[in-house]
């Protein structure tokens, strides 16, 4: 990894900022007037999935449910529903429970604080680091996908990032996280544009990008990547794809599904140890009859 010298440094802040103040796509959790329930809200959605298919869940949900509140106080069989093909479902739960601990910890306003962010339900670091720049305007390393190929490529000269986050990548970004806070969560999201919009994994843009000039892959011929590879995950006939059909089944439902229209045509044995898992999980309701749904109004005591 070369060093870059405090000019270096401040060229780059600069031209990124520059470039992303004219490119940025105007999404709605990035205007001055949204929530910190919003940002956390986009972060949860965006998680793995494209912003394309985000947008329209993100505005559904904060037009029925603006507040944690109003989406602690939802069913979770509602909750899954509208959770629509976002992906992972599991996370809508988790969604629901946060809300409920802001509620409870916080008076229902989202915390500040990096170790509260992360003691709520399905907060990761990352997510945390996002919240605390994007809701706050606090100086926080916020370190995605995007970020790590953008760094390896300017700094490194490397095709693309290790395999999973590494300790260096992220003191890397910490060392190039402007000293003003402000401008340091402007920094966290323009560099995950560039990454998003031109510095791109398949087919890069150099000639539309504003730090070429200064970045070591594009100096060296662009040379293919000979690190580690990620392995993609396989899809089809996975249980992932089987309990992703069984939980689409029951949102379509009006009314509880039989075990035996689930997932019609899968095996018997896939299908069990996925709704066992889905049961578990707490996206699926075993009701009578050996029929199922989503999962129910939770009954409070008193």
Not at 125 to 149: E, L
Not at 193 to 220: I, Y
């Amino acid at each position: 990894m070369r060093s870059l010298s405090t000019a270096d440094r401040g060229a780059l802040h600069r031209e990124i900022l520059q470039w992303y103040a004219v490119h940025l796509r105007p999404l709605p959790w990035r205007e001055a007037s949204c929530s910190p329930w919003g940002v956390l809200l986009s972060e949860v959605m965006a998680q793995q999935t494209p912003l394309a298919r985000v947008e329209p869940a993100w505005r559904e949900w904060m037009s029925r449910w603006p507040t944690p509140a109003a989406l602690a106080a939802e069913s979770p069989g509602e909750v899954v529903r509208a959770w629509g093909r976002l992906g992972y479902p599991r996370r809508a739960l988790r969604l629901r429970e946060a809300a409920a601990a802001i509620v409870e910890r916080h008076g229902g306003e989202v915390p500040r604080g990096l170790d509260e962010l992360r003691a709520l339900p399905g907060v990761g670091d990352y997510t945390a680091a996002a919240v605390a720049a994007f809701a706050f305007g606090d100086r926080s390393v916020v370190v995605d996908t995007n970020v790590r190929r953008v760094q390896a490529r300017i700094v490194d000269g490397v095709a693309q990032a290790a395999p999973s986050l590494t300790r260096a990548e992220v003191a890397l970004a910490e060392s190039l996280l402007p000293a003003d806070d402000a401008e340091a969560a402007t920094w966290n999201v323009a560099v995950m544009e560039l990454g998003a919009l031109v510095c791109t994994a398949r087919a890069p843009r150099c000639e539309e990008c504003p730090v070429s000039a200064r970045c070591a892959w594009f100096l060296a011929g662009r040379p293919a990547y000979e690190g580690p590879v990620r392995r993609g995950q396989a899809w089809h006939g996975t249980d992932r794809q089987v309990r992703g059909i069984i939980v689409q089944t029951l949102r379509d439902a009006s009314e509880p599904v039989a075990r035996g229209d689930l997932a019609p045509g899968r095996d018997e044995a896939q299908v069990d140890r996925c709704l066992a898992g889905l049961i578990e999980d707490g996206l699926v309701e075993p009701v009578a009859g050996e029929r199922f749904s989503l999962p129910r109004i939770e009954e409070r005591a008193g």
